[in-house]
């Protein structure tokens, strides 16, 4: 094997176990905000976010923001910034980012 045969084995091998546990990762989170509890408002990182269930401002929550992946029409859904748990479509936290 060539030096740069083996360089581009080794690379596309480190690639590979990178993706792995990524992959592996997102099979194993729940896939609907169903099977996730709920955020807890007291929890460390909610307090860190200044995450509340019902949004003070009636034109920003969970719903219309770009980080929500909860499905229209479901009181709850999945938030990156809170992995494992739901968010509340009415809720809102200070990374609230308007959807485009
Ligand atoms: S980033 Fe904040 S406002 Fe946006 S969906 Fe997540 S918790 Fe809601």
């Known amino acids: 094997m060539t030096d740069?045969?083996?360089r581009k084995f080794v690379s596309m091998m480190t690639a590979g176990?990178?993706?792995?546990?990524?992959?592996?990762?997102v099979a194993s989170l729940p896939s609907r905000a169903?099977?996730?509890?709920?955020?807890d408002p007291e929890s460390a990182q909610?307090?860190?976010?200044?995450?509340?269930?019902e949004s003070e401002n009636p034109e920003q929550n969970c719903l219309n923001c770009t980080l929500y992946t909860g499905a229209e029409g479901?009181?709850?859904?999945?938030c990156p910034?809170?992995?494992?748990?739901?968010?509340?479509?009415?809720?809102?936290?200070?990374a609230y980012v308007p959807k485009a």
Do not use: H, T
């Open 74 to 78: 479901e009181d709850m859904g999945g």
């Open 46 to 53: 909610a307090q860190a976010l200044q995450y509340v269930s």
């Open 17 to 25: 176990a990178a993706v792995i546990p990524v992959s592996a990762l």
């Open 34 to 39: 169903d099977d996730m509890p709920a955020v």
């Open 4 to 6: 740069i045969k083996r």
């Open 81 to 94: 910034l809170f992995p494992g748990n739901a968010v509340m479509a009415a809720g809102w936290c200070s």
